[in-house]
């Protein structure tokens, strides 16, 4: 069974830094894009950053230029690494993977799976 686990999150003070990882795990044939996500409380899930299976990186316009996400492909792992935060980060941070994966004996070229989350904290 595919599985993501997110782990990093914590208590900031503004303007520190935070590191998220996510790791797949399970029997994926191949990754096609991974993504994180942030829910704030009275808020919808919103889209952080992606970074696709050809390594293109999208960011959205509130955390471009502070976030950054990479990847280890060797262990199917994204970190998104935070800087410079602020107390309107406060969220928990979802990850997101889309992977060729097999099932129940049965091949999914597009599983989506969610990860727990995880909480993000951000004081002022």
């Known amino acids: 069974q595919v599985q993501v686990v997110e782990s990093g999150g914590g208590l900031v003070h503004a303007g520190g830094s935070l590191r998220l990882s996510c790791a797949v795990s399970?029997?994926?044939?191949?990754?096609?894009?991974m993504a994180w996500y942030r829910q704030a409380p009275g808020h919808q899930r919103e889209l952080v950053g992606d970074i696709t299976s050809g390594g293109s990186i999208n960011y959205s316009n509130s955390v471009k230029g502070r976030f950054t996400i990479s990847r280890d492909d060797g262990k199917n792992t994204v970190l998104l690494q935070m800087n410079s935060l602020e107390p309107e980060d406060t969220a928990v941070y979802y990850c997101?993977?889309?992977?060729?994966?097999?099932?129940?004996?049965?091949?999914?070229?597009?599983?989506?799976?969610w990860g727990q989350g995880t909480l993000v904290t951000v004081s002022s």
């Open positions: 997101n993977a889309n992977v060729a994966a097999v099932e129940s004996g049965i091949l999914d070229r597009h599983l989506e799976v």
């Open positions: 399970g029997t994926i044939l191949s990754i096609n894009r």
